[in-house]
Each structure stands twice: as structure tokens, then as C-alpha cells.
């Protein structure tokens, strides 16, 4: 059973950047679609970045430009790098596998606030 823990979260001024990461267990990491997904208070959850095996990218329009997805398949990572962070922004991300969802992990806090 994979087993996903994120991480990187935290509190960031307007314009700042953070780099989430998500561990995986699982020797089938490699071969898995990723996906990154957030849910704002009050709010559902939202995909908003897909990384394919073989490294393509895909984003939401609400973080195309500002945010890329990234991955380590040695180490069973997916990545998140953020820039030009927006209080809007502020939510727990998640990861998960796209299309064949896992049991979510506890996410990670990132608050976009001056």
C-alpha cells in the first residue's frame, strides 16, 4: 500500500516561494502519474499539477507560470517548487496518484500572509 507524506509547508510573505515534497513508499513510485492537489478553508479540493512518469508537466491555469512540479523517482519524490505565492494561495497541499488515488496523507499547511 503506498503511503504518502508531504511536507515543506509553512508561513510565507506575498511574492515569497516554498518547495513542497512528497514522499512515497512503494517500489511502483516510478511508474505512477503524480499529482498535486490543494483545499483551501471552506473549499474543495483542487488538482492543480500533474508530473507524469517521464517527467511531463501539466498545471493549473490558477499556478501556470508560477509554480513546477518536479520529481526524484531514486528517491520516491515528488517536488513543488512555488514562487510568486499569493494569499490566495494558502491551503493544504496534498499529493496523491493520479487517476488511481492512494489514501491521502496529512497534507501541508502553506499560509500566504503578510
Known amino acids: 500500500q503506498v503511503q504518502l507524506v508531504e511536507s515543506g509547508g509553512g508561513l510565507v510573505q506575498p511574492g515569497g516561494s516554498l518547495k513542497l515534497s512528497c514522499a512515497a513508499s512503494g517500489s511502483s513510485f516510478s511508474r505512477y502519474p503524480m499529482g498535486w492537489y490543494r483545499q483551501a478553508p471552506g473549499k474543495q479540493r483542487e488538482w492543480i499539477a500533474t508530473i507524469t512518469s517521464g517527467g511531463s508537466t501539466n498545471y493549473a491555469d490558477s499556478v501556470k507560470g508560477r509554480f513546477t512540479s518536479s520529481r526524484d523517482n531514486a528517491k520516491n519524490t515528488v517536488y513543488l517548487q512555488m514562487n510568486s505565492l499569493k494569499p490566495e494561495d494558502t491551503a493544504v497541499y496534498y499529493c496523491?496518484?493520479?487517476?488511481?488515488?492512494?489514501?491521502w496523507g496529512q497534507g501541508t499547511q502553506v499560509t500566504v500572509s503578510s
Open positions: 496523491n496518484v493520479v487517476g488511481n488515488y492512494k489514501p
